[in-house]
């Protein structure tokens, strides 16, 4: 039998595909509690549970490992292609999710939802201190514009919004496919009413926004975040946040997760949510039968389609 370890929580109908075979047994146990991890042929997780090298020390037999998402920031992947597993991922499963939180994040900071919500539950009605901003006619600027953040430029479009998209291999015309403008990060920065982040995490991309390129944003910038918490250098937003150069932000990503300290998502200018942009039931359920199909191809001596180490 190949003996497959899920260590975090999936639905069943995402294992389906491993669940109806013969040849393969499924164990849902976290990798921290198993005692015979030697015994396992493969690996499933999502964000919670972390693949280190010495995690991968004790399962000689591992040579593949699923990420039910895009993200593979929990898996020692050197320690991985040294190893010689296999490390599969789902880079299209939550693209819809979070180009729809993103949109969600942007609507609520720009007509102060959240804070209107808040005040009415004490009993207060105070109109005036909730006026907002329309988003049509808006300049959004789109910071990776791979699948999430080409779908996020369709959606700008529908809301009347101009949009600029910034990626360092941005062609004009994949760029004008969404009803995007490729541009320079120079240019975004200086001209985008909102920003809105969607690279991957990387040392290029460490502190994307910091001291100096946040001092050359439009003031009055309000800043999305649901890619990776490591693009924004934390201090620098709180301080122009508290300067009022940038007049809000929404983040559902942090450098530390949970966070450190809440400082950033206390300040009233702040949306703050805790890591949801593939939390639907329809992006939960894609990634993982994504990954569990690979895993069986895998099995079955088929190639896989998603390798970030092939």
Request: proline share 4%.
């Amino acid at each position: 039998m190949f003996r497959v370890l899920v260590s975090d929580k999936i639905a069943k109908e995402g294992l389906s595909p491993l669940l109806s075979s013969d040849t393969i047994a499924v164990v849902e146990k976290n990798v921290s509690d198993v005692d015979d991890l030697h015994t396992y042929d493969a690996l499933l997780v999502r964000s919670a549970s972390k693949v280190s090298d010495e995690v991968m020390g004790k399962m000689p037999k591992l040579r593949i490992i699923g990420r039910a998402g895009v993200g593979v920031d929990n898996i020692d992947i050197p320690a991985a292609t040294k190893r010689g597993i296999t490390v599969v991922n789902a880079p299209a499963g939550n693209t819809i999710a979070t180009a729809e939180l993103t949109f969600a994040l942007m609507l609520a900071l720009s007509r102060k939802v959240c804070r209107a919500n808040e005040s009415i539950r004490k009993g207060e009605w105070n109109r005036a201190a909730f006026q907002g901003t329309e988003l049509s006619g808006k300049t959004l600027g789109i910071i990776g514009f791979g699948r999430i953040g080409s779908e996020v430029a369709k959606r700008a479009k529908v809301f009347e919004m101009n949009v600029l998209g910034y990626s360092p291999s941005l062609t004009p015309e994949r760029a004008a496919k969404s009803g995007a403008t490729a541009c320079t990060l120079e240019e975004i920065l200086r001209t985008a009413d909102i920003l809105t982040l969607h690279s991957p995490a990387t040392e290029k991309t460490k502190g994307l926004l910091n001291e100096d390129t946040l001092k050359k944003t439009k003031p009055g910038v309000m800043i999305i975040n649901t890619a990776r918490g490591t693009l924004i250098d934390e201090g620098a937003l709180k301080h122009y946040l508290e300067i009022g150069h940038v007049a809000g932000a929404a983040v559902d990503v942090y450098p530390q997760e949970p966070p450190e300290d809440y400082d950033l998502v206390r300040m009233e200018q702040v949306l703050g949510t805790p890591h949801i942009a593939a939390s639907t039931k329809e992006a939960q359920l894609k990634v993982a039968l994504v990954v569990a199909e690979e895993v069986l191809n895998f099995a079955n001596g088929k190639p896989v389609q998603n390798s970030v180490n092939l």
